[in-house]
């Protein structure tokens, strides 16, 4: 079932807005991304040149294809004869992986960094928080007295993260963006119930679709330091999801009927969430080029084709 995730993988970069695989968390700290380019440099659908007087909405289409959540025009100078600059603030990304109990840090970086150093570092931030996620992961699987391997390979993945978090934070500082601190609050016990309702979210759906879009760059990505990253990162990825599985087989076997129908449950909320996550996620065209990430149209279509695969009914 899982070596199809890399059949969904694409055979041509695809450009437009993207959705960001590493839940819930959105990169600047009022969930925005600002971008300025020359009016002169901008041109309608058709091919046509745009000036100052086209509407403020209509260039930053032009722009980027995110949401946008306000524009102005400028001059660069008080010599130009009129507005020669545009300046649009879009709706930022969404992101996903395997994400800790009480991580308290979203992994924003400063006002001005690039964008796309801004996403490599926040994708490294997630990188960084799965690290603790897997480790508590270990540690309560074999307090509930679950098969060592899937604790060993809980606490290999804790190791993979180290150097998934490291290489992405390479990227993030080639980009001119520094790495995010990361801050996770102290972990409570907690019962298996609510272990395998956190592995069905973080591990079966979120941790799942991050495995595809690791793939997805790994082919897609124009800047070739990407693909060499992701092509080491992807399998790990795709071990991760299967372990996420392996481990709620596992679960399921152990709780009451009624506990297995909550932790469906929240499984099927959370590919609904995910779906929506997709479908409303938007980057710069070109970081998106860079990147390798998927248009939100289609990243969508591999939520709900994967959702379809694993989860039959869950997007009906």
């Not at 079932?1 to 960001?20: E, I, Q």
């Not at 150097?163 to 801050?183: I, N, T, Y």
């Not at 941790?207 to 793939?215: I, P």
């Amino acid at each position: 079932m899982f070596k199809r995730l890399w059949l969904l993988a694409p055979v041509a970069t695809l450009g437009g807005g993207c959705f960001f695989f590493t839940g819930g968390c959105e990169w600047g700290g009022d969930g925005t991304f600002e971008l300025t380019s020359f009016i002169s440099e901008l041109f309608s659908v058709d091919g046509g040149a745009l000036t100052a007087d086209t509407p403020c909405e209509e260039l930053c289409q032009r722009v980027s294809s995110g949401t946008l959540r306000s524009c102005s025009i400028q001059r660069t100078s008080e010599t130009s004869p009129e507005p020669d600059k545009v300046t649009c603030v879009f709706d930022s990304v969404n992101c996903d992986g395997r994400r800790p109990e009480g991580l308290c840090s979203d992994g924003a970086v400063v006002q001005g960094t690039p964008v796309l150093g801004a996403l490599f570092a926040k994708i490294a931030h997630m990188e960084a928080a799965s690290v603790p996620a897997f480790e508590r992961l270990a540690d309560e699987l074999a307090e509930h007295g679950a098969p060592e391997h899937l604790v060993r390979a809980a606490r290999r993945s804790a190791k993979d993260e180290v150097r998934h978090a490291d290489a992405m934070e390479s990227l993030a500082r080639r980009h001119g963006a520094p790495m995010p601190e990361l801050k996770v609050a102290p972990f409570q016990a907690r019962s298996l119930e609510a272990l395998a309702i956190e592995n069905a979210v973080e591990g079966c759906v979120r941790e799942t679709f991050g495995a595809l879009l690791a793939g997805w760059q790994a082919r897609s990505a124009e800047d070739a330091q990407v693909r060499e990253s992701l092509s080491t990162i992807a399998p790990d990825e795709l071990r991760h999801a299967e372990l996420s599985w392996a481990i709620d087989a596992w679960a399921m076997e152990q709780l009451s009927p009624e506990a297995r129908e909550r932790v469906e449950a929240a499984r099927r909320e959370a590919w609904r969430e995910l779906e929506q996550d997709a479908a409303s996620s938007h980057l710069p065209n070109e970081v998106a080029r860079h990147s390798g990430l998927p248009s939100a149209e289609v990243a969508r279509g591999l939520v709900r084709e994967l959702a379809s695969e694993l989860m039959p009914g869950a997007l009906a």
